[in-house]
């Protein structure tokens, strides 16, 4: 079972700079969610979506942009990569509304210099 | 606005006793889920145990229990016979249980533990 995969695990980059985090899920799981993690704090949530083809913002949406073209893959663009954005990115999903077994990826480790 | 506290940083346990990890939360609302997950240093999250606020009756798996006082607003985990694999970044987190917005959970920054030998 792959579970939630994310790619890459680490990544350094450029102020300025753009990038994808990818995720895919083989659970066809509806729901999927993106985190950050701020060293010291808990996860905030970036954006989610509830099916293929529509996707929401969360608390912290500014700076991100994503898209849901199949229910397998929760792309999550940065556009113009600022240091504030240096933080652990975390791809979740779960079948139902009612989301108690939210199933987590391993995390990208992203800095940006 | 939700919010989630855990007002423990760090917490130490020697191996095979018992520790209790603290969260107190603030809502309005009457029906809402908590939840404890689990941060080992491979940075996967793991759900450990949770607890729908319409049930008075504690929720417990395996070594993992919790005490939920609604009135309180607490909601601490208690790790019986304690494991070297039990340490990890212990998160509280909230859901409200219906309305709008049922895709955010709040999460408390965190609770360390470590297990002594």
């Known amino acids: 079972n792959a579970g939630v995969t994310q790619t890459p695990k680490f990544r350094i980059l450029k102020i300025g700079q753009s990038m994808t985090l990818q995720c895919a899920q083989d659970m066809n799981h509806n729901y999927m969610y993106w985190y950050r993690q701020d060293p010291g704090m808990g996860l905030k949530l970036i954006y989610y979506s509830v099916g293929a083809g529509i996707t929401d913002k969360g608390e912290v949406p500014n700076g991100y942009n994503v898209s849901r073209s199949t229910t397998e893959d929760f792309p999550l663009r940065l556009e113009l990569a600022a240091p504030s954005q240096t933080s652990v990115y975390f791809c979740a999903s779960s079948y139902s509304e009612s989301n108690e077994k939210l199933f987590f990826g391993s995390g990208t480790q992203l800095s940006v210099l | 606005a939700q919010t989630v506290t855990q007002s423990q940083p760090e917490m130490s346990v020697q191996e095979a006793e018992t520790v209790t990890l603290s969260c107190t939360y603030d809502t309005s609302e009457s029906d809402y889920y908590l939840f404890w997950y689990k941060q080992p240093p491979s940075r996967q999250m793991i759900l450990v145990i949770r607890?729908?606020?319409?049930?008075?009756q504690n929720a417990t798996e395996n070594r993992f229990s919790v005490n939920f006082q609604k009135a309180a607003k607490s909601f601490s985990l208690k790790i019986s016979d304690s494991q070297l694999g039990d340490a990890a970044m212990y998160f509280c987190a909230y859901r409200r249980g219906s309305g709008g917005s049922n895709y955010k959970l709040t999460f408390g920054k965190g609770t360390l533990l470590t297990v002594n030998p």
């Open positions: 607890q729908e606020a319409y049930k008075q």
